[in-house]
């Protein structure tokens, strides 16, 4: 057959050669659907997914609060949204111009990865109409869901996707207040109010 007349990706996709030091894999288990959920362990009855965390992941490692390291907010969204999509398929029947829309999101308890790895659950309950009640939990030591910690609760849909809004951002920064901050300002201020982000967790450049 002939060959494509324009380059190959250039991305190595085989092990590290000798003397990287690039950092590991912070996903290093095999099968997993998702960074945030690695299994479906679903019965006839539940539709469910689980994760394990060992703590030493970046979102844990480097979101520190008051020196303990706390599973982020943001990590138990798209821990839903990544269940919901597995298993629907992208949206109802598979159809890909749905999106998910995500309602009442309440973080009851925070996960905090201390000497043992930590296991999370994913509970999927649609209803008639159509909506899903969605937990995260974890069990009892002895693997009992009976007293389990729900750790986030809410409810999720399905919706057919209209048109992303456009926003000037240039005319938003220009009608903006004359007050700006730096990267280092804003975390010296975490700091201070005992939120320790390490590198991945630092995505402020400038407000």
């Given at each position: 057959?002939?060959?494509p ?16 030091k ?15 959920v ?33 599973l ?127 590198p ?8």
């Open positions: 057959i002939s060959l007349g324009y380059p190959f990706l250039k991305e190595y996709m085989g092990p590290p050669a000798a003397g990287n690039e950092e590991p894999s912070v996903f290093p288990g095999q099968g997993h659907l998702h960074p945030l690695n299994q479906n362990i679903s019965t006839f009855s539940e539709q469910q997914f689980s994760s394990t965390f060992g703590g030493e992941e970046f979102f844990l490692r480097d979101h520190m609060v008051q020196g303990q390291r706390v982020p907010g943001a990590a138990y969204l798209e821990m839903i949204h990544a269940a919901l999509e597995l298993a629907a398929g992208n949206g109802p029947q598979g159809d890909p111009s749905y999106g998910i829309r995500l309602r009442n999101v309440a973080w009851i308890r925070p996960v905090i990865a201390e000497d043992a790895s930590v296991q999370l659950n994913i509970r999927l309950l649609p209803d008639e109409s159509g909506e899903v009640s969605v937990e995260i939990y974890s069990d009892l030591a002895d693997g009992s869901s009976e007293m389990a910690t729900i750790h986030c609760q809410g409810t999720a849909g399905f919706v057919e996707e209209g048109k992303t809004p456009v926003v000037d951002l240039g005319s938003l920064q220009r009608s903006a207040g004359k007050g700006s901050f730096s990267s280092a300002d804003c975390y010296d201020a975490f700091e201070r109010m005992g939120i320790s982000y390490g991945a967790h630092r995505a402020i450049a400038h407000l």
